[in-house]
């Protein structure tokens, strides 16, 4: 039979009580992860602003540039689960160097591109690399931190994504600027190189020895469940491919209905895997843990929303407004810095307030996406400018840190720490089909609209799509607080 939720409440309990002994490495630990960490979020951010430029040098395609975007999505989002459990098996410190050491060389071979099928090809295994490392910083982080240390881990991880996505569109604008829009696309991939080896070297230095997992707390953990591993792998492809890939027309939605029969089918395979005594990729007592299920659930919808408001803004800014790159990254400046500061700010608090904190944040975008409908009227009315566009986007941000940072910190409070790569990868992997179906349905709301009418009434539509799924997303988190909070680390301590 599936091991019930208790059992694993036990066996966190033990894992984490009777034997965490802080690592007093811990803290360089963070900042190796966090840089690299940082590193591939600015790869993603900064893509967008120079696809023009990509577009130029090399005479790539419109179908080219598609696929510049969607095959590091579609690799980075296939490998997460499967990369997490190998890291909480094979350990997390080998699995996180190998995903750098990929990013980094995929990064070289990106600038040095000769044709848009190289550049495609190496922007595969970039996105291989991310996904490889991105949950073994999750995992770490479950690792090494404890009560309320960990909160304020998830808030410097916060943090390093706001700073990284406030970067990286104005970064990108300024190095097509300086360095020309044929070969400027170039160094937005070779930016990464010194990072990605410096994360590496430190690594090497700072990481414990031997670069193994902590000790195993659950029987059978050398298990890797290969079946499961690549039953979940095709399910995500099917799932994200007629989203991400939308030049595939009729026949990308043709495997939708294949991805979710693969998603059944990986269901049964993994409680018969159980059922044999054997320990599953992802054991699905984990979404018996309501702190799980929920988190996930308002990771996913959260996701698709507000990761559609950037891409209107930049598409408004300069499509519908004819301003540049560089104004496109500037106006989302502000927004991105104040996220980084909330999130330190509600990483801090988490413990206390629980998911009263993602309510909230949600209740900020919710305001923010209102005030930037009333800019966006007033702007096509003539009485305001897009720099207004500073402050109601500063309200997103702010929703950003009080809204990912503390929703992850509580999703994956009570897993076991020798699952917490494969559920951080659970938690990704959600994150990443939300904002592939965001992405894909609120833009096609808007352009639908902007057929019939001016770029005001569009983005008006795109961002009333945006506000219902929020809405939803605020009513789980509601009704989660009124239920009261689930178990929670029992080493948490509340702090200011």
């Known amino acids: 039979m599936p091991v019930p939720a208790t059992t694993y409440h036990r066996a966190v309990t033990s894992a984490r009580d009777g034997d965490y002994v802080p690592d007093p490495r811990r803290w360089r630990i963070l900042a190796v992860a966090l840089v690299a960490m940082f590193m591939s979020l600015v790869g993603v951010s900064i893509i967008n602003v120079v696809l023009p430029s990509i577009q130029q040098g090399l005479g790539a395609s419109d179908s080219d540039l598609q696929w510049v975007l969607s095959g ?41 591109a000769p044709d ?46 706001g700073i990284s996505v406030a970067i990286g569109p104005v970064l990108g604008g300024l190095i097509v600027g300086f360095a020309g829009e044929e070969h400027g696309w170039r160094w937005t991939f070779l930016v990464n190189v010194p990072v990605g080896v410096v994360a590496i070297l430190l690594a090497l230095r700072w990481f414990p020895r031997p670069l193994r997992p902590p000790r195993s707390t659950v029987r059978g953990d050398r298990d890797l469940d290969p079946v499961g591993a690549l039953l979940l792998g095709l399910a995500v492809l099917a799932l994200l491919l007629p989203f991400v890939e939308r030049s595939l027309g009729v026949w990308g939605w043709v495997v939708l209905p294949v991805g979710v029969v693969l998603l059944v089918l990986w269901t049964w395979w993994e409680r018969a895997y159980r059922q044999r005594g054997r320990v599953p990729m992802v054991d699905l007592a984990l979404f018996r843990l309501r702190a799980f299920s929920t988190g996930t659930l308002i990771a996913g919808l959260y996701f698709m929303g507000v990761t559609a408001v950037w891409v209107l803004v930049a598409l408004y800014v300069q499509n519908g407004l004819g301003r540049s790159a560089l104004v496109a990254g500037v106006v989302g400046l502000p927004a991105a810095l104040v996220s980084a500061f909330s999130a330190n700010w509600a990483g801090r608090r988490v413990t206390r307030h629980g998911r009263i904190i993602v309510a909230a944040g949600i209740c900020s975008a919710l305001v923010g996406l209102g005030l930037t409908i009333a800019v966006v009227q007033l702007v096509d009315a003539g009485v305001a400018n897009v720099w207004w566009l500073l402050v109601s986007l500063a309200f997103i941000g702010a929703a950003q840190g009080m809204v990912i940072t503390p929703n992850q910190t509580i999703t994956l409070a009570d897993v076991p720490l020798n699952y917490s790569g494969s559920a951080g990868g ?35 539509a795109g961002f009333a799509a945006i506000a219902a799924v929020l809405a939803v997303t605020l009513v789980i988190a509601v009704v989660d607080v009124r239920n009261g909070r689930p178990r929670q680390d029992s080493n948490l301590q509340p702090t200011d």
């Open 426 to 460: 659970v938690l990704q992997t959600a994150q990443r089909i939300g904002t592939a179906m965001g992405l894909a349905v609120i833009t096609a709301v808007a352009f639908t609209v902007l057929d019939s009418s001016g770029w005001a009434v569009a983005i008006t």
């Open 116 to 161: 848009p099928l190289s550049l495609n090809i190496a922007r595969f295994v970039q996105g291989l690399g991310s996904g490889l490392l991105n949950p073994q910083v999750v995992g770490m982080i479950q690792q090494y931190f404890r009560g309320a240390e960990r909160g304020r881990a998830y808030g410097a991880l916060g943090s390093a994504v």
């Open 72 to 112: 590091y999505a579609l690799t980075f989002g296939v490998v997460l689960v499967a990369a997490g459990r190998a890291g909480d098996i094979l350990g997390r410190g080998p699995l996180f160097i190998i995903g750098v050491a990929l990013f980094t060389l995929s990064s070289v071979a990106s600038g040095l």
